[in-house]
């Protein structure tokens, strides 16, 4: 009956079209920009917690060469003092909206990183160093940190640019300027590639 869906209450119609409704929207992109968030947040907790370990591994590696080269006080208080900074910064989920702060973070893992690979380099010069089996051991869970590390920034990196692409492009930039205003883009790795690099382990 063409006039019946008319004549039918407006609450029934309210919980008739609500349905139809979601649904449409969610068809339409209304929730990607919300999904992708989340999932880029997620793999910034991943890049944190692999920085994390191999900060956790720093102190102990240190001690560790120390016992055995103890005249490299340079490059030792250099890892100690890069590991120091880079521990200082305080990052959460709102670094990757911070461009700022997340500048300072990247910059400050890049220098760790350097000081690592001359740390690690000092083995080299010092043959009962590279036979200790505490020293082997801390490389092989360092070089497999740095492995995690560069997949957790790759898959970071990855998410970030589907989530910028969402806010930039349509429908997904009008989602934006209607529920989503308050998205701003998120920040992206921009270390050069010479810093990039895991440091060299050897055996």
Known sequence: M?????????????????PLLSLLLTSCGYNDIPTYEEQAKAKWSDVLNQYQRRADLIPNLVE???????????????VTSARAAATSIKV???????????????EAQAQLSGSLGRLLAIQEAYPVL????????????????????????RDYIEAVRVYNTELKTFP??????????????????????SVKTAPAVKF
């Open 2 to 18: 063409p006039g019946s869906f008319a004549r039918t209450s407006r609450p029934f119609r309210i919980a008739l079209l609500l």
């Open 64 to 78: 560790t060469v120390k016992g055995f080269a103890k005249q490299e006080s340079s490059v030792l208080e250099a």
């Open 92 to 106: 959460d989920a709102s670094t990757i909206n911070d461009p700022e702060t997340f500048k300072k973070f990247q």
């Open 130 to 153: 590279k036979s200790n089996q505490n020293f082997l051991a801390l490389q092989s869970q360092l070089e497999g940190t740095e492995n995690r590390i560069a997949v957790a920034r």
């Open 172 to 193: 997904g930039s009008l989602w934006r300027r209607i529920f989503y205003s308050g998205n701003k883009p998120m920040e992206e790795f921009t270390v050069a590639d």
